[in-house]
């Protein structure tokens, strides 16, 4: 790992446990195992390294594909749901700090929200290929579908810890679980999907 890298790294455990104002680059250096003067050479500034954590957390957001023809809707969404749910989880503290300093510092809220942002519209992207395949109800609404759904998976992400029993039980089936509610309410049949003849490439 070279000296950049560390650096965002240690950042973002300092920041997770500080906030900005607490994330100084004296505590930031020591974790990293570096001088001052290295962040500031490497950087610039405090605010440009934590402009560059930011940037740098959106840019290792998993943007999982989810396939061009449909073949089995509740197998693509279960992979594709347990892997953006599996990142936000891994990155809980990060979110929940950017979220608890929203007021001072706006940006880094939006940062948090990008990768969900992109992933709402892959998944928007997938619903409408079913519903061009007669796999999901015409008139369904995707838009508020897709809302709860990654609503669901946020509030999972940050809060499950603290009330555990709000959310599916066992952890490893709420994929599953939100999939299956999520495809109930834009009339999706697995079962009839998996019928469904596989197109030929032409």
């Not at 070279?2 to 446990?17: F, M, N, P, S, W």
């Not at 560059?52 to 999982?64: E, K, T």
């Not at 897709?146 to 999972?156: C, P, Q, R, Y």
């Amino acid at each position: 790992m070279d000296i950049r890298d560390r650096i965002l790294d240690a950042a973002k455990r300092v920041y997770e446990q500080h906030g900005f104002r607490g994330a100084t680059t004296r505590l930031i250096a020591i974790e990293a195992g570096v001088n001052e003067v290295t962040i500031f050479r490497t950087f610039g500034s405090k605010a440009a390294l934590f402009e560059a954590l930011m940037q740098s957390h959106v840019s290792q957001s998993p943007m999982p594909p989810l396939p061009d023809n449909p073949q089995d809707p509740e197998g693509d969404l279960t992979e594709w749901v347990a892997s953006v749910l599996t990142h936000m989880r891994e990155n809980r503290a990060l979110i929940r700090t950017s979220f608890g300093e929203i007021e001072e510092r706006p940006e880094a809220a939006i940062s948090m929200c990008e990768g969900p942002n992109c992933a709402g519209m892959v998944l928007t992207d997938y619903v409408l290929r079913l519903q061009s395949l007669g796999l999901a109800d015409p008139d369904g609404d995707i838009q508020t579908a897709v809302a709860m759904l990654m609503s669901s998976m946020f509030g999972d992400a940050i809060s499950r810890d603290i009330m555990p029993n709000t959310f599916p039980q066992p952890e490893s089936e709420a994929p599953q679980k939100y999939v299956r509610v999520f495809m109930r309410a834009l009339g999706v049949s697995p079962a009839v999907a998996r019928r469904v003849p596989r197109r030929r490439s032409v």
